[in-house]
Structure formats: C-alpha cells, structure tokens
C-alpha cells in the first residue's frame, strides 16, 4: 500500500504565497506520479497541479502562480502557491498516483485565502 500525507496548509493574506507538502510513504516503487486536487462546498472537485516523472501540468487557473515538484530523497511532492487569491481557499488533497491504476488520498489540507 502507499500512504500520503499532506502538511502546509494555512491561513493567508490575498497576493501571499504557502507551500503544500504530500510525504509517501510504504510502497512508493507503486507510485508512478502525484497529483493534487481541491475541493470547495458547492463546486465540483479540481484538478490543480500533477507530476509525473519529469512532466509536469497545471489546471489553467493556477498556471503561472503554482509549481509542482518531487523531491526524492525524502518521497515529498511540494506544491508551491504564489499570488494566492481568495478564491483558491479549498481543502486541498495530495494523492499518488499508482502504476496499476487507482490512486491514494490523503486527509486533505485547509488553506484559507482572507484577509
């Protein structure tokens, strides 16, 4: 099985940035890329940002303003956030993307966008 976990979230001013942080852990040998999401009542999951191998993809919205990256020494997939705006507030969700299909989610992370 693998196992993410994601850390990072928070409260921010408009313009400011934050950095989402999602840790794999158990068999990351399964994994084949992550993805991060966000969810917001009322609105219909989004796609934010992907990584596999070196490839990156940005949903359009945060093209520009976010970078996705994969440290391999500690299994950490980062998801830098600049310019944030008050509609980026979500939780937000880190999940790996397994080789064989399906995907592992983690717990989510809150990052509020308010001033």
């Known amino acids: 099985q693998v196992h993410v976990v994601e850390s990072g979230g928070g409260l921010v001013q408009p313009g400011g940035s934050l950095r989402l942080s999602c840790t794999a852990s158990g068999h990351i040998f399964r994994m084949d890329g992550i993805n991060w999401y966000r969810e917001t009542p009322g609105k219909q999951r989004e796609l934010v940002a992907t990584i596999t191998g070196g490839n990156t993809n940005y949903g359009d919205f945060v093209r520009g303003r976010f970078t996705i990256s994969w440290d391999d020494a500690s299994n950490t997939a980062h998801l830098r956030m600049n310019n944030l705006k008050p509609e980026d507030t979500a939780v937000y969700y880190c999940?790996?993307?397994?080789?064989?299909?399906?995907?592992?989610w983690g717990q989510g992370t809150q990052v509020t966008v308010s001033s």
């Open positions: 999940a790996a993307h397994l080789r064989l299909g399906g995907e592992a």
